[in-house]
Nanobody
């Protein structure tokens, strides 16, 4: 069983930074190869891809809307994946979810590819 807990959200002003963390327990990142992604969902909208990282950190992918502002990284020994979010904009406001897929393969960008999900952490960016 894989349990994911996302944390680090909050209320910030435009231009500020936040660092989200996704911590795994049960069957962890150090025990099983897992691609990890962050998705976000604003009120009344679908859950959208934000960023993803391969099981060993060698490959990353970003949504165009966050490229150059967000950075995803991982520390498998600490069983965490982080999302550094800089230059935040009001349109980044959403609930952010981390998700994991047990695979050595290529990272995926769709919610349908991920089998384990965290509970979500709220990010609110005021203008």
């Amino acid at each position: 069983q894989v349990q994911l807990v996302g944390s680090g959200g909050g209320l910030v002003q435009a231009g500020a930074s936040l660092r989200l963390s996704c911590a795994a327990s049960g069957r962890t990142f150090s025990m099983s190869p897992m691609a990890v992604a962050w998705f976000r969902q604003a009120p009344g909208k679908e859950r959208d891809f934000v960023a993803a990282i391969s099981w060993n950190g060698a490959t990353t992918a970003y949504a165009d809307s966050v490229k150059g502002r967000f950075t995803i990284s991982r520390d498998n020994a600490k069983n965490t994946v982080n999302l550094q979010m800089d230059e935040l904009k009001p349109e980044d406001t959403a609930v952010y979810y981390c998700a994991a897929k047990e695979t050595y393969g290529n990272i995926r960008l769709s919610t349908y590819n991920y089998e384990h999900w965290g509970q979500g952490t709220q990010v609110t960016v005021s203008s």
